[in-house]
């Protein structure tokens, strides 16, 4: 059964250790830290934020 979470960078609904429809992060679930570890993105959650809000792309 899938968890429904929000994604960490944008609110959007998104299933837990899923990549988000809305901006591309794949989150780490809900423990996840700001600043790492990166886990399956490039970026930390934090740079991922700003990229986000910067209307850059996820990666
Ligand atoms: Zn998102």
Known sequence: MDYIMKCPVCGHEVDMFDI???CDYKN??????????TGPNKMTLREAREAYKEGKKIV
């Open 20 to 22: 988000c429809d809305n």
């Open 28 to 37: 780490s679930g809900p423990k996840e830290n700001l600043d790492g570890p």
